[in-house]
């Protein structure tokens, strides 16, 4: 079972061919609107390959919105996944259901506005939750304070955990586990000489396996036991939408350690799904096969061989 904790929205995504300058004007080509969050993009990809997830986040809010998150969840095969969410508060103070408003240029870039994400909580408590050793666990800090101590708990538990974007001082990050963030959020865009040095200094911290990416340099990647470097990125010829590139890349890592697989084999796996995942707009509306993606890497073999 792996355990994913964190953001679940809807995305609103819109084509647009240019962003407008400040007071300007675009029009939007297209629109769609898709299940999203981090951890709901991440259990997705993860539902779709197999494998057995629960879900916890976020409440859903009430009235339309939250109507539609539902179906989409329905929709995806999460809602059973879904840890049971419990309203314990007068209907006039749950929190709106979250919403991601996502406009995409045609180089595949997003620029994104938010709705309903500062006030996000979870609707249960620390004891529901399935912490279960040696099970796999997986978490965003979007819901701040929350995530940090249900990290922590699992962290305590036993469970191997895998973290994403947790960049502050002093995170419950503890030594084997995994950590992932790219330079939206730490280390330096464009540079992959300072990345090396900054992905050793957290592997010093905290004694982690670290992957930082960047976009289409690629990413760094190392260990206590693994020397951190570069890997570069698979080629990408249509380039669409980056949306939940990075939550892709970790369903990808999650799929191939649940299994057992060596490191080389999860990054390669991890780097190839998020790479087709720009193929489609949306984070959850083309997830590749495992037969795909593996097809992918051996397609690209000058690429694979570089991550040995």
Not at 202 to 228: E, H, Q
Not at 234 to 260: I, K, S
């Amino acid at each position: 079972m792996i355990f994913v904790f964190g953001t679940i929205c809807l995305d609103r995504l819109r084509r647009v061919p240019r962003l407008p300058a400040l007071g300007g004007y675009t029009e939007i080509e297209d629109e769609a609107v898709l299940l999203g969050g981090e951890a709901a993009n991440t259990a997705n990809a993860l539902v779709k390959w197999g494998r057995a997830v629960v879900l916890a986040g976020n409440g859903l809010g009430l009235g339309p919105d939250a109507d539609l998150l539902t179906e989409l969840l329905d929709d995806k095969g999460l809602h059973n996944s879904l840890l049971p969410i419990h309203h314990d508060r007068s209907e006039e103070a749950i929190d709106p259901t979250p919403v991601c408003d996502i406009y995409v240029t045609p180089d595949g870039e997003r620029t994104m506005f938010g709705r309903g994400f500062a006030d996000m909580r979870p609707e249960f408590d620390l004891s529901e939750l399935p912490f279960k050793r040696g099970d796999w666990f997986t978490a965003e800090p979007n819901m701040e304070k929350p995530s940090r101590q249900v990290a922590q708990a699992a962290i305590d538990a036993g469970m191997n955990c895998y973290l994403m974007d947790f960049i502050r001082e002093n995170e419950p990050i503890a030594p084997g586990s995994f950590w992932q963030s790219s330079t939206d959020w730490a280390g330096y865009r464009n540079n992959t000489q300072k990345n090396v040095q900054w992905v050793k200094a957290w592997i010093a911290k905290y004694r982690c396996f670290t992957i930082l990416s960047d976009g289409p340099n690629g990413f760094v990647a190392g260990s206590p036991d693994m020397p951190a470097r570069s890997y570069p990125p698979y080629p990408t010829q249509n380039v669409v939408d980056t949306t939940g590139a990075g939550d892709m890349f970790r369903a990808g890592m999650l799929f191939g350690l649940d299994q057992g697989w060596p490191t080389t084999k999860c990054l390669q796996f991890a780097s190839a799904a998020g790479c087709l995942k720009c193929r489609a707009l949306g984070a959850t509306t083309d997830v590749p096969t495992v037969d795909e993606v593996l097809a992918y890497v051996l397609e690209h073999d000058q690429v694979s061989r570089q991550y040995l």
